[in-house]
């Protein structure tokens, strides 16, 4: 474990609260000059709480962004990992990052926003800030051995145990015990949750009527979309969120309809499927041929290429499957369901050709995805907005919306 890297990450913004989640994770596993990370991803997912999904794309993520770099592919054996290294350069660049805007007192540059002002949290005490808030004393901040979530799990049960008492009811403690099981549930996927104060937190959530916490969850994907379409990289406390009742500075949602919905090909409701579909994990692959470990042994080919050529043709079946209609009857479409071309409701149209479109077409090279088949007579296509920003930055903010509403369909 290096707590000289878990250190640093704790000061570093990653945008979300899963991204910090694991990256700490992951310089458990590490020395002190960021090499011998191993864990596979099914242990990753165990000890954070994310799903094994999200993990696999958060490790692609951080591996195309070059924190991570690969020394050794997984395999296929089982209960091998693949071997990484942290890019020390590139982990302290990210630190760098953070600007001018996030000192002691977070004061930030925002104007006008339509999810209101101080997103940026105003905490000015010195124990929450790691070099002190007007850098008199450094304030080490020790890394727990344990991983975070089962220490905060203890902390909310030993919290609740202090504040049951002997009058309530057994109808009452189930009401509550209900209400904080919820919390547990939505809590997580807030982009401040490892350094949340569970106490103001817990306060917020149990001063909010029943109807008031489903609204705020319900509204959570929202929030922090609209937050991102601004630019903004900081994102206020979810206990600001809940006591000043941010969600309902939104616009009313959009209600879908109440069946699927015939997506026009390279639509809105298509491309938003068809990024759904790659999402998931890349399928099995089959193995190299002979003739191809010969190429790579004459270095006429490079393992990586053969491998993503074959991830492209093998790695999403069902993809390939909407890419192949779309050559053969364009005017087709593609049936899709209300929620999923909900997500799409915000792409931008991209021109065929354009710098725009072949930022989006390297994107996919890198990510090993297969890219879209001839357009023919399309000459636009859509995809998530940029807002000035990288595919990569629109792209995660998409699988957060996909996984927040897909959390909420398995709730119900």
């Not at 191993?38 to 999200?54: G, I, M, N, Q, Y």
């Not at 209101?116 to 905490?123: A, F, Q």
Request: proline fraction near 6%; aromatic fraction near 8%.
């Amino acid at each position: 474990m290096s707590i000289g890297i878990m250190s640093r990450i704790f000061r570093t913004p990653f945008g979300t609260s899963s991204r910090k989640m694991l990256a700490v994770r992951l310089a458990d596993f590490a020395d002190d000059e960021g090499r011998g990370i191993w864990p596979t991803v099914a242990r990753l997912s165990r000890e954070t709480d994310l799903s094994e999904r999200t993990v696999q794309r958060l490790l692609r993520e951080f591996v195309s962004e070059g924190l991570l770099v690969v020394v050794r592919e997984n395999t296929g054996r089982r209960g091998e990992g693949t071997r990484y290294d942290f890019d020390m350069k590139v982990l302290h660049d990210l630190g760098a990052q953070k600007g001018d805007s996030d000192g002691c007192h977070h004061v930030g540059g925002d104007t006008v926003s339509p999810v209101g002002t101080g997103d940026i949290d105003d905490t000015t005490g010195d124990a929450e800030c790691v070099h002190g808030c007007h850098h008199d004393t450094l304030t080490v901040i020790e890394p727990p051995i344990e991983p975070l979530t089962e220490r905060d799990a203890r902390e909310r049960a030993d919290e609740i145990r202090s504040e049951e008492t002997s009058s309530q009811t057994p109808n009452e403690q189930k009401s509550k015990k209900a209400i904080e099981k919820d919390l547990k549930r939505v809590h997580p996927d807030w982009p401040t949750y490892v350094d949340d104060s569970d106490a103001e937190v817990r306060k917020a959530w149990f001063a909010l009527s029943d109807g008031e916490r489903e609204e705020a969850a319900e509204r959570m994907g929202d929030y922090v979309a609209a937050v991102k379409s601004l630019g903004r990289q900081r994102f206020c406390r979810f206990s600001t969120y809940l006591s000043e009742k941010r969600w309902q500075k939104l616009p009313p949602p959009v209600k879908a309809d109440s069946g699927p919905t015939r997506a026009p090909t390279f639509g809105k409701a298509w491309m938003a499927a068809r990024l759904a579909l790659l999402s998931e994990p890349s399928a099995r692959l089959s193995p190299l041929t002979a003739f191809q470990e010969r190429l790579i042994a004459s270095g006429q080919q490079s393992r990586d290429d053969l491998i993503r050529e074959k991830q492209q043709k093998q790695g999403w079946p069902k993809v390939n499957m909407m890419h192949e209609q779309a050559e053969r009857d364009p005017r087709k479409g593609d049936v899709v369901s209300p929620e999923i071309a909900s997500l799409g409701g915000r792409f931008e149209a991209v021109r065929v050709g354009s710098d725009e479109w072949e930022s989006w077409k390297h994107e996919h090279a890198e990510r090993g995805w297969p890219w879209l088949p001839d357009t023919g007579r399309h000459e636009w296509v859509y995809f998530p907005r940029l807002d000035g920003g990288k595919p990569s930055d629109a792209l995660s903010a998409f699988f957060e919306k996909l996984e927040h509403m897909q959390g909420r369909e398995a709730a119900e």
